[in-house]
């Protein structure tokens, strides 16, 4: 059997914005558009370790299965239902020196709370993705995590994991941390309701475009 990019990879269901839940289609030339950027933009190496604790049925556990195995890192799955306890986190972390993690914000805030985390010294990557990452969790990383490089990461289901990134490089601005900048051969617009692009500080809606 033949497989090519536009051949379907997998189902995963999601309930966006309406609340009701749909499948949405993925392909595979948009996961290797998708992991390709990663390669390209935060390499790994056979010395990363990334933790693997995202729920299959969340998008992001994709990219945390995959990048590993494509990009020859160390792949480590955490217990079931450990993403949603911050102290078993913090102790592997520090007991695996991961290098690469994870978080949805929400849970990020918590985890860098933990007194455990403090030895944790080496993860090296945290990105911060399925939500809006407030400005005062970015800057508690940068103090419990001095050594980690911080980016936001955001897309919805249907564009394949992510659409934009947006490294932290220094004190954000604002009370939460811009998406940022399409990822590569990925589109972003914000268009008005004639689907015009809307002139800079004008409210409108995000549209994506791309191979994802």
Same mark, same amino acid.
């Given at each position: 059997?033949?497989?090519?990019?536009?051949?379907?990879?997998?189902?995963?269901? +999601?309930?966006?914005?309406?609340?009701?839940?749909?499948?949405?289609?993925?392909?595979? @030339?948009?996961?290797?558009?998708?992991?390709?950027?990663?390669?390209?933009?935060?390499?790994?190496?056979?010395?990363?370790?990334?933790?693997?604790?995202?729920?299959?049925?969340?998008?992001?556990?994709?990219?945390?299965?995959? %990048?590993?195995?494509?990009?020859? =890192?160390?792949?480590?799955?955490?217990?079931? @239902?450990?993403?949603?306890?911050?102290?078993?986190? =913090?102790?592997?972390?520090? %007991?695996?020196?991961?290098? *690469?993690?994870?978080?949805?914000?929400?849970?990020?805030?918590?985890?860098?709370?933990?007194?455990?985390?403090?030895?944790?010294?080496?993860?090296?990557?945290?990105?911060?993705?399925?939500?809006?990452?407030?400005?005062? +969790?970015?800057?508690?990383?940068?103090?419990?995590?001095?050594?980690?490089?911080?980016?936001?990461?955001? @897309?919805? +289901?249907?564009?394949?994991?992510? =659409? +934009?990134?947006?490294?932290?490089?220094?004190?954000?601005?604002?009370?939460?941390?811009?998406?940022?900048?399409?990822? %590569?051969?990925?589109?972003?617009? *914000?268009?008005?309701?004639?689907?015009?692009?809307?002139? =800079?500080? *004008?409210?409108?809606?995000?549209? *994506?475009? @791309?191979?994802?």
């Amino acid at each position: 059997v033949e497989v090519g990019p536009a051949n379907l990879a997998y189902v995963i269901y +999601t309930s966006g914005s309406t609340g009701r839940p749909k499948g949405v289609m993925i392909p595979h @030339g948009a996961i290797v558009n998708r992991l390709s950027w990663m390669c390209s933009r935060f390499p790994f190496t056979q010395s990363d370790l990334v933790l693997q604790k995202t729920t299959f049925s969340f998008d992001a556990s994709v990219w945390e299965l995959f %990048q590993p195995l494509v990009s020859g =890192a160390g792949l480590l799955l955490a217990r079931p @239902g450990g993403h949603r306890d911050p102290s078993y986190l =913090a102790g592997v972390l520090g %007991q695996e020196s991961v290098t *690469v993690l994870q978080m949805v914000p929400s849970m990020l805030s918590p985890l860098l709370e933990e007194p455990g985390l403090a030895r944790c010294s080496s993860l090296r990557l945290v990105f911060a993705g399925g939500e809006a990452l407030p400005s005062v +969790t970015a800057e508690r990383v940068f103090a419990r995590l001095g050594g980690a490089s911080l980016c936001n990461l955001y @897309g919805p +289901t249907e564009a394949t994991i992510d =659409a +934009t990134f947006r490294p932290c490089d220094g004190p954000p601005e604002g009370p939460v941390v811009p998406i940022g900048r399409p990822i %590569q051969n990925a589109r972003a617009y *914000v268009l008005d309701r004639e689907l015009r692009p809307v002139p =800079a500080g *004008v409210v409108g809606e995000l549209y *994506v475009g @791309g191979p994802g």
